[in-house]
């Protein structure tokens, strides 16, 4: 038996940043980091920075976001809407010499940066993400045997990891993208998302771009949702689990909607 956690729900970014995002920030402004400043700078591929140019609104601050060159112009377009500054960076991903560069342009200006790659708030809160799926599971009388989820930061799989490895005997399983493949919320290894190696996850999958659209549009047109390319990537590496491990009770980690790929989706469609 297989469930999806739909993340999209999520009121901001339509996405499971929304989590991450709103507890650095109360964090932040509760120890004082934004309140003099006012001003706050992030490298952001997406979702983080939606969430973070719409609570910012909420809290009178300004807010830019420093985007890699990739970034589909649907998430830039949404950042200028809710009024963020956007920075268009010479990077091709988020890579530690991306961040470190934030980081410093945030020195310079005398603004807060969260920077969500190194930041434990974010890893924290998704420890009660995972709290809140054990309480559903257990409405049912379940409990998950496996769970699949993307990695980016690494925040909302190691946090999910860390909950249910102390409680549970959960297999977690990682994915990423192939290599030279680029599947946007998710990245390899090599990039060194820091929670990913604080926690025990039991093995990673690889999964193509074509893969991650192919899986997005198989549920959409299975299911009736529009799941974002993240997701579709989950969904398609627990294709490969499931064949091999059986029926269990498998949890799927779906990050957002495919709203903002809808470019992604007309190129692949032969649309354009």
């Known amino acids: 038996m297989s469930f999806a956690k739909l993340e999209f729900f999520n009121p901001f970014s339509r996405s499971i940043k929304d989590r991450a995002v709103f507890n650095m920030l109360m964090k932040a402004l509760e120890r004082g980091d934004i309140n003099g400043t006012k001003r706050l700078f992030e490298a952001t591929s997406g979702n983080v920075g939606i969430s973070l140019a719409a609570l910012s609104n909420v809290f009178g601050i300004e ?111 990682g994915v990423v993208p192939a290599k030279g493949e680029k599947i946007p919320g998710i990245k390899r290894l090599e990039t060194r998302p820091k929670w990913y190696f604080q926690v025990e996850i039991d093995r990673v999958v690889e999964i193509t771009r074509k893969e991650a659209i192919e899986g997005a549009i198989r549920v959409a047109r299975g299911d009736g949702l529009l799941i974002g390319l993240s997701s579709g990537a989950v969904f398609r590496a627990y294709g490969k689990i499931a064949g091999e491990l059986g029926e269990k009770t498998y949890v799927l980690i779906f990050p957002d909607d495919g709203f903002k790929y809808v470019e992604v989706f007309e190129s692949y469609l032969g649309m354009v």
């Open 63 to 173: 807010f830019r976001a420093y985007l890699p060159k990739p970034t589909p112009k649907a998430t830039q377009v949404l950042l200028k809407v809710l009024g963020a500054e956007v920075v268009m960076s010479d990077f091709e991903t988020i890579d530690p010499a991306m961040v470190q560069y934030v980081v410093e342009e945030a020195k310079k200006a005398g603004a807060a940066n969260l920077n969500q790659f190194e930041n434990d708030d974010n890893f924290l809160a998704h420890r009660l993400t995972a709290r809140e799926i054990e309480e559903q599971l257990r409405s049912i009388g379940k409990t998950p045997d496996v769970i699949i989820a993307g990695i980016g930061t690494s925040g909302h799989i190691a946090g999910i990891a860390s909950y249910f490895k102390e409680r549970y005997d959960t297999q977690v399983i």
